[in-house]
């Protein structure tokens, strides 16, 4: 058999319960995206591998989590939130406080994987309202008990591990509820526990689910959309993929509401005022480092699916697709929602998962001239009513004249990109099944900066020996863009991955860059934090670390850059942070 036509054996079943699996799985335990086989073939190209080596996986995790971490609190801390809450909603098991404590980092897989467990809260508790949190933080602040929380367990800057031990609240299970929907104002009020498909759906079919005139949307479509909280995305202070449109998350919040240990605080559901500093924009990011976020008033759009409209072009370079993109959003006639530009690694990648290799389209753009490791992909939806999405498309056209470019919006590539744009993280374990590691880092840039900080974080992972780096460009303003970096080594140790994430952190930081558009800080990307954004950024953060958490019970463990150990602060791996 030629090498290639092998199909590896994917894991695909029934997950032991209480495995090591059932925790660092992404999304649904029984949903899977296997790579195809146009991918495979690239990977055994890339990595100089032969089908025999995805005849035995490296370790499938399915392991029961075997350890047994000792609750530390007192017998009286714990029949305190037991009398509180009820039995029911207070967890001491291992496995439960070990699944509310990891995220879905590469740094969480691989611990995971390799069996080590820590920074486990001592307790979960599932808190039913706002009383709840508000007694919950009042006793810990009083007992000295750390406070985390636990959204849609999405994070992957370790933004959920309890370093401290002590509690964690797991927000999910019962905080979210509609409290308020105002259609006079298009605003709805919900819990920060709701997930993501919940709220939308309440909103697509407002007419019948809110009793509404109107169909809406939030507008808000992270890739961990089907898995993650409204009150995570607003702690991090993260993006949809429909951003360049509807905005980031900080755009979508019109009010918050926080119990913190200096009591419980409510920010105005103004669309604008100029009261000072605005106090929306100081919670939302903070990462639980202040408080509690119980619920969050949001804006909302009218949802007009049936006025949305697509397109996808291939440029014959890098150049040319940042000179044409920037024009477009610069252009002041309106943007697209989705908007995204793969530089040549990644179009070669895209062009194999999305299956347009070996298409029509593939034979008629190498008939054309459109060079593999040059020609770069560019995708894109417009959202809004008909005649706004009519007159960006056709001014998007007109900039797109100027260049030379293929039209793939006839071969659906941005459908074909959208119908599995939230599966794609599926194939992240069937790689590291087999020794591949795959991960992402993302930073902000000016466009006057972009192309540098591309090519110098691009220039350390490719210095690396077969390594995949494939970046893009999406959620893109006047000023600016995202950069997205995905990068694809065999490995799977924790110390040569955590080598190859530092090395890019740090040339992130040297070349300018912000050191996070959506992904948020954690305890991750702390110890870049004040040599990004300087001391005085820091000595703000610090005074209203010690205004509203004067104890220091919120997050404690180097969320924000705020106490941070010796290992952290020095860059260093060490099993306990």
């Excluded at 927000?171 to 605003?187: A, C, I, P, S, W």
Aim: aromatic share 10%; glycine share 8%.
């Amino acid at each position: 058999m030629t090498k290639g036509e092998v199909i590896p054996k994917w894991f695909e079943g029934n997950m032991p319960e209480g495995s090591y699996r059932s925790i660092f799985k992404w999304g649904d335990p029984d949903a899977y995206k296997h790579p195809n086989q146009r991918l495979y073939r690239h990977m055994l190209n890339v990595f100089e591998m032969e089908d025999e080596d995805f005849s035995e996986a490296v370790g499938f995790g399915f392991e029961e989590v075997r350890q047994e971490v000792p609750v530390r609190l007192t017998s009286k801390q714990v029949d305190f939130f037991v009398e509180l809450l009820g039995e029911e909603n207070v967890f001491s098991d291992t496995y439960t406080r070990v699944k509310r404590s990891y995220g879905k980092g590469m740094i969480d897989a691989l611990r995971l994987r390799h069996e080590i467990v820590e920074n486990v809260a001592d307790l979960v508790l599932a808190p039913r309202n706002r009383e709840d949190v508000e007694a919950i933080v009042a006793f810990c602040d009083e007992e000295q008990i750390p406070v985390y929380v636990f959204g849609g367990g999405s994070s992957v800057t370790r933004g959920t591990e309890a370093v401290k031990g002590g509690v964690t609240l797991d927000m999910g299970v019962h905080m979210k509820r509609v409290l308020d929907f105002n259609e006079k104002d298009q605003t709805i009020t919900v819990e920060a526990g709701m997930m993501g498909p919940e709220l939308e759906a309440l909103l697509n079919e407002a007419p019948s689910t809110l009793q509404a005139k109107r169909r809406y949307t939030c507008g808000h479509f992270p890739q961990s959309f089907e898995f993650s909280s409204v009150g995570g995305w607003v702690v991090t202070r993260g993006a949809g993929q429909n951003s360049t449109y509807y905005g980031k998350i900080e755009d979508l919040v019109l009010a918050q509401e926080y119990v913190t240990p200096i009591g419980t605080l409510q920010t105005g559901a103004y669309a604008r005022q100029a009261t000072g500093p605005d106090y929306n924009q100081i919670m939302i990011g903070s990462e639980g480092a202040f408080g509690v976020l119980t619920s969050v008033t949001l804006k909302l759009h009218r949802y007009l699916p049936e006025a949305k409209r697509y397109f996808a072009t291939m440029f014959a370079s890098w150049e040319d697709g940042l000179a044409a993109v920037r024009e477009i959003m610069q252009g002041e006639f309106g943007v697209p929602s989705v908007f995204r530009l793969s530089d040549a690694e990644e179009t070669d990648v895209g062009m194999k998962l999305y299956g347009i290799e070996g298409t029509p389209a593939d034979t008629i753009l190498k008939a054309l001239g459109f060079e593999p490791m040059k020609k770069c992909l560019m995708l894109g939806m417009v959202d809004g009513d008909k005649a706004y999405t009519k007159t960006v498309m056709r001014r998007v056209k007109k900039v797109l004249r100027k260049y030379k470019t293929f039209d793939l919006t006839p071969f659906k590539a941005t459908q074909r990109w959208e119908h599995g744009r939230f599966l794609d993280p599926y194939m992240r374990e069937d790689l590291n099944d087999y020794g591949l590691l795959i991960d992402t880092l993302e930073c902000s840039v000016r466009w006057d900066q972009l192309e540098e900080v591309h090519e110098q974080v691009r220039a350390f992972v490719k210095n690396r020996p077969k390594t995949v780096c494939m970046t893009h460009l999406s959620h893109l303003y006047p000023q600016g863009a995202n950069l997205y970096f995905i990068f694809i080594a065999k490995m799977n140790e924790i110390e040569e991955y955590l080598d190859l994430q530092y090395g890019i952190l740090e040339h992130i930081k040297e070349s300018g860059a912000a050191m996070s558009h959506h992904h948020g800080v954690g305890k991750q990307t702390s110890p870049w934090l004040e040599e990004m954004a300087g001391s005085a950024y820091m000595g703000i953060l610090r005074t209203l670390k010690d205004h509203f958490d004067p104890h220091n019970i919120m997050n404690p463990g180097g969320t924000l850059g705020l106490d941070m150990n010796e290992a952290q602060a020095n860059k260093v791996w060490s099993k306990d942070l």
